[in-house]
C-alpha cells in the first residue's frame, strides 16, 4: 500500500510538470506509457529483466525526450533494484532540464530509498519474531518435558521407597515366619502328645499359608509399577461431557518408561479433544501386537484449531518423539474427526 501511495503521488506530479511546460501537448499516450513500463517493472521477478526494461526506457526518453518528465516514476524502482548506482541515469534529465522534473527525481529517489529501509527492517522484524516464536516453542517444549520428567521422577521416588519397605517386610515378617514354622517344626518332633502334634500341624500348616499369602502381597507391590489400565480408565470416566470407548488389548508386562509414555499420548489426545474440539464421542484402542503397540485415538470433532497437516503443535511434536524413541512412526490426519494413530515397536 505504501509503495502504491508514493508511485501514486509521484505519477501525478509528473503529469502535473509535463502540463506545466505545455498544457497543449497530448500528454496521454506518454503518461499511458510510463504507467504500463513502470507496472511491468512491478510484475517482473527477475532482475535482469527489469533491467533490460529500464533501458527500453532509457532509449524512449532518447528518442523523445518528453518521457524524461516521468523519469521520477521509473527512478522510483531503479533505485530499489540499483541503489545508488541509479544517480548515473540523472544527468538524463539534463537533455531536457525543468527544475521541477529535477526536483521530483531527486524526491523519488528519497522516497524509494525509505521503502527500501523501511522494507529491510520489516524482514529483519520477520526474522526475529519468527526466532522468538521458535525459541518460544522450544521452551513451550522444553518446560512440557520438565514437567514429564518430573512426574516420572516423582513417581519413580515413591516406588523406590515402596520398594525398600518391601524388601524390609519381607526380611523381617518373612524371617520371623520361617523362623516360627522351624519351632513349631521342633515341637511336633519332640512332643508325645498326637494331639498336641496335631494341633501344632494345623499350627504350622497356617502359618505357612499366611507366609506364602505375604510373600505374594510383597512381591505384588516390589514389582507394581504402574497400572496403565486402571489409569487410563480413571482419565476415561474424567471426561463426563464426552462419550469414550476404551478398548484395551495390552498384557500387563510393560516397563514402567513404555507405560507411561503411552499414558502421556493418551492425556495429550484427550486434553486435545477437550480444549479443541467439539468432539461428542472418542474412542481410544490400545493393542498389542506380535512385533509392536499400535495406539489410535479418534473424536467425532468437525474442526480443530489449525491444519494438523501443516502446522504441528506441541502435543504432535511431543507424539512424535515418543515414537522415535521407540523406532515407531505417527499419523494423524482430519476426516470427519481428528484421528492419530502411534505405533511403538517392541525391543
Do not use: W
Not at 537533455?95 to 521503502?115: D, E, G, K, P
Amino acid at each position: 500500500m505504501r509503495k502504491f501511495i508514493e508511485k501514486l503521488f509521484i505519477s501525478l506530479a509528473c503529469l502535473y510538470n509535463i502540463y506545466r511546460v505545455d498544457s497543449a501537448i497530448d500528454f496521454v499516450l506518454y503518461f499511458l506509457v510510463s504507467i504500463i513500463i513502470s507496472l511491468a517493472v512491478d510484475l517482473i521477478s527477475e532482475r535482469k529483466y527489469r533491467i533490460v526494461v529500464y533501458f527500453v526506457f532509457m532509449a524512449l526518453c532518447l528518442y523523445n525526450d518528453l518521457f524524461i518528465f516521468y523519469l521520477p516514476l521509473i527512478l522510483y524502482n531503479m533505485y530499489i533494484d540499483l541503489n545508488t548506482y541509479t544517480v548515473l541515469i540523472l544527468p538524463i534529465i539534463f537533455t531536457r532540464f525543468a527544475i521541477n522534473n529535477l526536483a521530483l527525481s531527486i524526491i523519488s529517489i528519497y522516497l524509494a530509498a525509505m521503502a527500501k529501509k523501511y522494507n529491510m527492517l520489516l524482514e529483519e522484524n520477520k526474522i526475529v519474531r519468527d526466532e522468538l516464536k521458535e525459541d518460544t516453542l522450544t521452551l513451550e517444549k522444553y518446560n512440557r518435558q520438565l514437567r514429564i520428567d518430573r512426574e516420572k521422577n516423582i513417581h519413580i521416588a515413591i516406588l523406590t521407597e515402596r520398594n525398600r519397605i518391601a524388601r524390609q517386610l519381607h526380611d523381617s515378617i518373612g524371617h520371623a515366619i520361617s523362623s516360627s514354622i522351624l519351632q513349631v517344626e521342633a515341637l511336633k518332633i519332640v512332643s508325645n502328645d498326637e494331639n498336641f502334634v496335631e494341633e501344632f500341624t494345623i499350627l504350622q500348616n497356617t502359618l505357612s499359608s499366611g507366609m506364602d499369602d505375604i510373600r505374594r502381597s510383597i512381591h505384588n507391590l516390589y514389582n507394581e509399577s504402574l497400572d496403565l489400565e486402571r489409569e487410563v480408565e480413571r482419565l476415561c470416566s474424567g471426561m463426563p461431557s464426552i462419550e469414550v470407548r476404551l478398548l484395551y488389548r495390552i498384557d500387563h508386562n510393560l516397563s514402567y518408561d513404555l507405560k507411561f509414555d503411552i499414558l502421556s499420548v493418551v492425556k495429550e489426545a484427550m486434553t486435545n479433544c477437550v480444549k479443541h474440539s467439539n468432539a461428542t464421542r472418542l474412542k481410544i484402542s490400545l493393542i498389542e501386537h506380535p512385533k509392536f503397540y499400535s495406539i489410535v485415538i479418534e473424536d467425532n470433532g468437525s474442526k480443530v484449531p489449525h491444519d494438523p497437516m501443516t502446522t504441528r503443535g506441541i502435543g504432535l511434536s511431543s507424539m512424535s518423539e515418543i515414537a522415535r524413541k521407540y523406532n515407531g512412526f505417527l499419523n494423524y490426519k482430519f476426516d470427519n474427526g481428528f484421528k492419530v494413530h502411534l505405533t511403538l515397536m517392541k525391543g
